[in-house]
T-cell receptor
Framework: GNSVTQMEGPVTLSEEAFLTINCTYT??????LFWYVQYPGEGLQLLLK?????DKGSNKGFEATYRKETTSFHLEKGSVQVSDSAVYFC????????????FGKGTRLSVIA | SQTIHQWPATLVQPVGSPLSLECTVE??????LYWYRQAAGRGLQLLFY??????ISSEVPQNLSASRPQDRQFILSSKKLLLSDSGFYLC????????????FGSGTRLTVV
């Protein structure tokens, strides 16, 4: 079946540090890939997505590239801010049908000034 | 534009009491609807999803139930709450047919005492 594996947190970084959160997946066919962010006490928000191999999703300085050869979708940001402190979820969606999204377990990021 | 409403935002209920959480979506037709639970410090657990009125798929057997009485309304219920039902409940919708991402509601923080 489809699955998503994320690096375990928590991740603690200083402001302006480089961020990488690893995400790998197992899927049949050609899934779409997503990163969601959850700020404290809130629901999840879509951060970025990619729908086919070699696509790069980007938003708010975050980027992730859909790598079919390594089945990965790592999240990166060049310079994190305190306001980026949140939980980040990687997810995949089957190519077709109504199968629910498969989420990773989430990675908590804390950025300190 | 599409919006999703979830209420109440917080709820404190005694053990053994009933539960009803409501979620409605505006601006779209025939959405797929989902209920997730997030226990403290844990990932997302898919509880129920629905691809149409009266169609409910249960992912985890427990004392919760879900109903979809109208196209854009999704209700999570329990006849008797347990302490273990405490958590953060999230409703989400996606376009029918799958393959796309979700839009989440703002969540309900349920504390069973």
């Amino acid at each position: 079946g489809n699955s998503v594996t994320q690096m375990e947190g928590p991740v603690t970084l200083s402001e302006e540090a480089f961020l990488t959160i690893n995400c790998t997946y197992t899927a049949t066919g050609y899934p779409s890939l997503f990163w969601y962010v959850q700020y404290p006490g809130e629901g999840l928000q879509l951060l970025l997505k990619a729908t086919k191999a070699d696509d790069k999703g980007s938003n708010k300085g975050f980027e992730a590239t859909y790598r079919k050869e390594t089945t990965s979708f790592h999240l990166e940001k060049g310079s994190v801010q305190v306001s980026d402190s949140a939980v980040y979820f990687c997810a995949l969606s089957a190519y077709s049908g109504n199968t629910p999204l498969v989420f990773g377990k989430g990675t908590r990021l804390s950025v300190i000034a | 534009s599409q919006t999703i409403h979830q209420w109440p935002a917080t709820l404190v209920q005694p053990v053994g009491s009933p539960l009803s959480l409501e979620c409605t979506v505006e601006g779209t037709s025939n959405p797929n609807l989902y209920w997730y639970r997030q226990a403290a410090g844990r990932g997302l657990q898919l509880l129920f999803y629905s691809v149409g009125i009266g169609q409910i798929s249960s992912e985890v057997p427990q004392n919760l139930s879900a109903s979809r009485p109208q196209d854009r309304q999704f209700i999570l219920s329990s006849k008797k709450l347990l302490l273990s039902d405490s958590g953060f409940y999230l409703c989400a919708w996606s376009a029918s047919g799958g393959g796309g991402g979700y839009t989440f509601g703002s969540g309900t923080r349920l504390t069973v005492v």
